[in-house]
């Protein structure tokens, strides 16, 4: 199996550990590449102040430490820049002209934040436990199935407004939910909201090559399972085979926050795109003329 990762986050945002030592510990795990995806600045934009995301005033130094790594690592390890882009609705997403403007090699589209519909606060989809639950009882007024509602209207609309050439962890929304404590991700009412999804996916492909635009490839994230909040990854192997069915491409990544993260769990996501009917997965090979280049490898 070959071994890459485009999902990666390093010191510049929420990772453990500077760029050049996920490159090392890439390259002495026989990674054929890495990618580094800090989670695009938001504050300018949208008002919010994280701990989180990338300040709007590190993203030049950001650029300008990934390409060294690029330079440094040639004819070794193949290095690229990215970043995973939060869609944040009405405020900002991956489709906004100042992100496809950026030198980048790859943009990752990811929805963390949902809306109340109640007072329209913010919350984070994938919080530790205790501020999940004031989402959900507070927010949304313990309604599993408006907060998932929210989540995949959320992800349908960023697909829909294009930009991405990675769809990052489709159904995120599924880690605070041990014991299917909010939802049941058999009910047909949610199984409905997968397939649309799905279509969406598979639409914005069409769209892309058709406009000249990105192409999105959805990963098949092992980050949940690494920091044992999933038993699956995302997305699940019942979405991962409705994305099948419509010819959508996987890409395996770990959403590594630390060198030991590279490469977790990738034996499983193996093992359930088999099963979902996949007999190969993209690993991306940088940018040329505006377009994504992907290599497609046996599983
Ligand atoms: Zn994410
Ligand atoms: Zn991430």
Same mark, same amino acid.
């Given at each position: 199996?070959?071994?890459s990762?485009m999902?990666?986050?390093?010191?510049?945002?929420?990772?453990?550990?500077d &760029?050049?030592?996920?490159?090392?510990?890439a390259?002495s795990?026989g990674?054929?590449?890495?990618?580094?995806?800090?989670? =695009?600045?938001v504050?300018?934009k949208?008002?919010?102040k994280?701990?989180w995301?990338?300040? @709007?005033?590190?993203?030049?130094e950001?650029? =300008?430490?990934?390409?060294r790594e %690029?330079?440094?690592w040639e004819?070794?390890?193949?290095?690229?820049?990215?970043?995973?882009?939060?869609?944040?609705?009405?405020?900002c997403?991956?489709? @906004?002209?100042?992100?496809q *403007?950026?030198?980048? *090699?790859?943009?990752?589209?990811?929805?963390?934040y949902?809306?109340?519909p109640?007072n329209?606060?913010?919350?984070?989809?994938?919080?530790?436990?205790?501020?999940?639950?004031?989402?959900?009882?507070?927010l949304? *007024?313990?309604?599993?199935?408006?907060?998932y509602?929210?989540?995949?209207? &959320?992800?349908?609309?960023?697909?829909s407004a294009?930009?991405?050439d990675?769809?990052?962890?489709?159904?995120l929304?599924?880690?605070?939910?041990?014991?299917?404590a909010?939802?049941s991700? *058999?009910?047909?009412?949610?199984?409905n909201?997968?397939?649309?999804?799905?279509?969406?996916a598979?639409? &914005?492909?069409t769209a892309g090559? %058709?406009?000249?635009?990105?192409?999105?490839?959805?990963?098949v994230n092992?980050?949940?399972?690494?920091r044992?909040?999933?038993a699956?990854p995302?997305?699940s192997? &019942?979405m %991962?085979?409705?994305l099948?069915?419509r010819?959508?491409?996987?890409?395996?990544?770990?959403?590594a926050h630390?060198?030991?993260q590279?490469?977790g769990?990738?034996e499983?996501?193996?093992e359930?795109?088999?099963?979902?009917?996949?007999?190969g997965?993209?690993?991306?090979?940088?940018?040329?003329?505006?377009? =994504?280049?992907?290599r497609?490898?046996?599983?």
């Amino acid at each position: 199996m070959i071994y890459s990762c485009m999902h990666t986050h390093t010191t510049f945002c929420d990772g453990e550990a500077d &760029a050049h030592t996920m490159c090392a510990a890439a390259w002495s795990r026989g990674f054929t590449s890495i990618g580094f995806s800090s989670h =695009a600045p938001v504050t300018k934009k949208t008002g919010l102040k994280t701990g989180w995301h990338l300040p @709007d005033e590190r993203l030049e130094e950001y650029i =300008a430490a990934i390409r060294r790594e %690029q330079k440094l690592w040639e004819g070794k390890l193949e290095v690229y820049l990215g970043l995973e882009v939060d869609f944040i609705r009405g405020l900002c997403g991956p489709a @906004d002209r100042d992100i496809q *403007d950026l030198p980048l *090699d790859y943009i990752i589209g990811a929805v963390h934040y949902v809306a109340s519909p109640k007072n329209g606060e913010l919350f984070t989809v994938d919080s530790p436990p205790e501020e999940f639950e004031h989402g959900l009882e507070d927010l949304f *007024d313990r309604d599993g199935r408006a907060l998932y509602d929210a989540y995949y209207d &959320a992800y349908g609309a960023m697909i829909s407004a294009g930009g991405c050439d990675i769809l990052a962890h489709l159904d995120l929304i599924k880690k605070n939910n041990r014991g299917f404590a909010f939802f049941s991700p *058999d009910a047909p009412e949610y199984l409905n909201r997968l397939e649309r999804i799905a279509d969406l996916a598979a639409e &914005a492909r069409t769209a892309g090559a %058709q406009a000249g635009g990105r192409i999105p490839v959805v990963e098949v994230n092992t980050g949940g399972i690494i920091r044992g909040r999933t038993a699956e990854p995302y997305p699940s192997p &019942a979405m %991962q085979g409705r994305l099948y069915r419509r010819h959508v491409p996987l890409t395996i990544n770990a959403d590594a926050h630390g060198p030991d993260q590279l490469g977790g769990a990738y034996e499983i996501a193996r093992e359930t795109m088999i099963s979902a009917g996949y007999g190969g997965m993209l690993i991306f090979k940088g940018r040329k003329d505006g377009r =994504a280049l992907w290599r497609e490898e046996a599983l």
